[in-house]
């Protein structure tokens, strides 16, 4: 790794280091206006600031601060953390640390990959962002190794390998911190790997757990896979977790089986497409939740857990809330994974239901055309209602943000044989989209408990950024094609937009210095729609990543 350090005055490195981030930090993040040091800004991933200097009146007199190059041409999924003063932010090959008010770059620590990485990454070169603690920051890599660098100098500390790339494993997901713990995911699902999470000591680096999410035939649940399919089974874990510092439970959703063809592995195939709620001081799974059992149309569950307390027949209630790739919209229990709700939020026609006594998918025709080998259309298609992009939600209007996808898809199953480092499919690729006539998103204000749409604002080309909401009554969102936007929370009206030069995918998140409010987010294309769509209204985007910061217009 080579890092490139840029002097900013001694009088400036004191209050920025002087003190190192603690895990009392991380568990107040949520209500740390001053600061972002929480993936998800916060524990709860809730995405969602009381801030309210910048509000509906105002947000049309925004404007930005500086913009920083990221020297990339990649996807820009990055979501910042701001600490003390420093901005922290990352790309597939870099970790940087700029000044937060100025824009000036502090320190940039580079990576470098072998050359037959890309090969083996699905959906993207891409990465989502550092965890902090104790002074140290900690990010994964495409190669499949964890990170710990200096949050001062960004010289690397420890590194730790946790598979083997060339089969297929990668990781681009942000690290989080819990409980004193480093915990990671793995992607590799559409490799046939079998995944897992782990647990990091955060100074040695030392590997403390691992968490398998396909079992073994001795194991709980695993009489739910057939034969030696349990091998090859998938579970990515590559969206980070939510975590709830009271009930020292982590929450952590689990992606697809392997292979997309589910004739292959009979069964329900746990823990795929489910949640997990575990201790992360040692990663034993306290219960699960598994959304689509035996999934055929990769609707896997890594997408965001976020936490709330809301009413639930009139008491309040803390639950999880996942808008899942499957169509539905889910509410827990974050107590014991007790189902209290699951309705559709976009069309659906894989399932004409979720059995709320027993959690299972009350399945239609189509699912079941699609197990026996008919070429079938089904809504959601593979990429889901929603894929990744993180939704936000607002306590104050109750209602769930986010960027939701309307289109269909078609699937139909070709023969899995698997081999190591190659694709593990099972399914023809080669006519994946039932488009329609209509736009292809919409960004949606969800009730959780009813999955009823209060505002939408479609989109001929879906937007495939993360969503944040603020106490001021603005939601933000971004376009692929280029604008970052802020509508009205409560009734979804549009009042403001810059144009940035690339396609918006990351994370927006804001905080307050010095007496301004800022929002800061990454552009850069190059995501999973954007590879695998064929939309050739794309092709006039340019690549390009950066960081943009915007504050209010001085008077």
């Not at 699951?342 to 189509?366: F, M």
């Not at 769509?533 to 092709?539: K, P, T, V």
């Amino acid at each position: 790794m080579k890092t490139t350090s840029y002097a900013v005055g001694l009088a400036l490195l004191v209050p920025l280091w002087g003190l190192a981030q603690t895990n009392d930090d991380l568990v107040k993040g949520s209500a740390n206006t001053g600061e972002v040091v929480n993936y998800g800004m916060g524990y709860n991933l809730q995405r969602f600031s009381t801030l309210t200097q910048i509000n509906s009146g105002n947000v049309q007199k925004l404007v930005p601060v500086w913009n920083y190059s990221l020297d990339d041409n990649r996807s820009e999924e990055s979501q910042p953390l701001v600490y003390k003063g420093v901005l922290y932010v990352t790309s597939h090959n870099a970790t940087v640390a700029i000044d937060a008010k100025s824009g000036t770059q502090i320190w940039k620590a580079k990576l470098e990959y072998p050359a037959d990485v890309p090969r083996v990454v699905c959906c993207g070169i891409i990465n989502r962002g550092v965890a902090i603690y104790e002074g140290k920051l900690f990010r994964t890599t495409l190669d499949a190794n964890v990170i710990a660098l200096d949050a001062k100098t960004g010289k690397e500390l420890w590194r730790q390998n946790a598979a083997d790339y060339k089969v297929g494993f990668t990781m681009t997901m942000a690290p989080l911190v819990a409980d004193g713990v480093v915990i990671t995911g793995i992607s590799g699902a559409e490799f046939g790997t079998r995944d897992f999470i782990d647990g990091w000591d955060p100074d040695t680096g030392k590997h403390l757990w691992r968490t398998y999410t396909v079992p073994e035939p001795t194991e709980a649940g695993g009489n739910t896979w057939s034969g030696d399919t349990w091998k090859f089974g998938g579970g990515s874990t590559w969206i980070t977790g939510s975590f709830d510092p009271e009930l020292h439970t982590l929450y952590w959703g689990v992606g697809n089986p392997g292979p997309f063809n589910a004739a292959v592995r009979p069964g329900d195939n746990l823990y795929t497409c489910s949640v997990l709620a575990m201790d992360p001081k040692t990663g034993k799974i306290k219960w699960h939740f598994q959304f689509s059992p035996n999934n055929p149309f990769d609707y896997d569950s890594v997408a965001e857990m976020v936490l709330a307390t809301i009413d639930v027949k009139g008491k309040p209630t803390p639950v999880i809330l996942n808008a899942n790739r499957n169509g539905f919209f889910y509410v827990l229990d974050r107590n014991d994974g007790k189902l209290l709700a699951a309705n559709p939020y976009v069309k659906v026609t894989w399932a004409s239901g979720i059995d709320l006594a027993t959690g299972r998918p009350i399945e239609t025709d189509v699912a079941k055309g699609a197990r026996s080998g008919e070429k079938v259309t089904v809504f959601p298609s593979i990429l889901g209602g929603k894929n990744w992009e993180p939704i936000s939600y607002d306590p104050k209007t109750r209602l769930a943000y986010a960027n939701t996808l309307l289109f269909g898809g078609h699937y139909k199953t070709t023969p899995a044989e698997y081999k190591a480092g190659e694709w593990y499919v099972g399914m023809d690729l080669s006519d994946l989209w039932e488009w329609g006539t209509g736009p292809r998103g919409e960004l949606k204000a969800i009730d959780p408990m009813t999955g009823q749409t209060k505002w939408g604002v479609p989109s001929d080309i879906p937007r495939f950024s993360g969503v944040l909401s603020t106490a001021g009554g603005v939601v933000f969102s971004g376009r692929l094609t280029g604008e970052f936007e802020a509508f009205d929370a409560e009734s979804g009206k549009k009042l403001w937009q810059f144009k940035a030069g690339s396609g918006i995918e990351g994370q927006p998140v804001t905080w307050e210095q010095d007496g301004v409010q800022y929002v800061a987010v990454t552009s850069g294309i190059g995501g999973v729609y954007s590879l695998f769509s064929g939309d050739e209204r794309l092709a006039s985007v340019p690549a390009g990543g950066s960081v943009w910061v915007f504050a209010l217009q001085k008077s």
